[in-house]
């Protein structure tokens, strides 16, 4: 057997390579002297030791093509109306082609929150482990990404939201792919621990934080996460807990990438939100 530790000629097949998380991934791996396959939708020219394959996981086209002699694949890509579909079909390839280890990125608390994204990507994760392909299952917080987008779609009402009651640990996406291909090229390993950001934050708290970067002014309203999934939030069923790993990257220096010149204003005081 290949010693996982050590370079190989056999490429590594990334799903949602062209993504948020694809686009670390794919440079780390190739840094890391592997040749990397990307599987998209539509064809693209090789370039700098990443092919990209033609390939559909919804329909199943292609799919056998881009696993065939892969040794290791990472399944990045995903959504919550689809999930369960394209990850069998995944699987079955890999299992047919003899791919000796599947990673999966899921969510934390994927079998505990109860929102149609986690329910998708519990039963991703169940696809996976029932395959019977050696797999890792990574489950990491929000992105800092999405934090970013959701902030962004409150701050466009004329009163923006605080629900303090919900709390996220926004982790930074390149945390995220640097440990997804540390797990990679290592053995499989099963459901590994949960990655989350250095610090839990309430989405009020995140929204004023992305107001001020963005040089934004709003009214703010403080509300409650009401029904189900409120009280979920607010007893923490989503958070990850004291033992897992921590993204070095935080929220505020991710903003402060975002937003150089708002970073600057908020640090003279020159930006509020009221």
Not at 183 to 195: F, I, K, M, R, S
């Amino acid at each position: 057997m290949t010693n996982p530790t050590s370079p190989s000629s056999a490429p590594v097949l990334v799903t949602g390579g062209t993504g948020t998380l694809g686009r670390h991934v794919v440079p780390l791996l190739r840094a890391a002297g592997r040749e990397v396959r990307v599987l998209t939708r539509n064809p693209r020219p090789a370039a700098d030791g990443v092919g990209h394959v033609a390939g559909d996981l919804l329909t199943g086209a292609g799919v056998d093509a881009a696993v065939a002699g892969a040794e290791v694949v990472l399944h990045l890509a995903g959504d919550a109306k689809h999930d369960e579909a394209t990850t069998r079909t995944l699987v079955d390839a890999a299992r047919r082609a003899g791919v000796r280890h599947l990673v999966y990125i899921s969510v934390v608390a994927a079998d505990r929150v109860p929102l149609g994204y986690f329910r998708a990507k519990h039963a991703a994760e169940r696809i996976v482990a029932g395959s019977g392909v050696p797999f890792t299952t990574l489950r990491a917080a929000q992105f800092h990404d999405l934090t970013l987008k959701t902030a962004a779609a409150m701050a466009k009402l004329p009163v923006v939201p605080a629900v303090n009651g919900i709390r996220w640990e926004p982790v930074d996406s390149r945390d995220v792919a640097e440990r997804l291909v540390e797990l990679a090229l290592d053995a499989p390993a099963g459901p590994v621990t949960d990655l989350a950001g250095p610090a839990v934050r309430t989405l009020g708290d995140l929204t004023r934080d992305y107001l001020a970067a963005a040089g934004k002014r709003r009214p703010m309203l403080p509300l409650r996460a009401p029904g189900k999934v409120g009280r979920c939030y607010r007893e923490g069923v989503n958070l990850a807990g004291p033992g897992a790993d921590r993204g070095a990257r935080s929220w505020e220096a991710f903003l402060a990438e975002t937003f150089p010149a708002g970073a600057q204003a908020a640090a003279t005081g020159r930006v509020r939100t009221s």
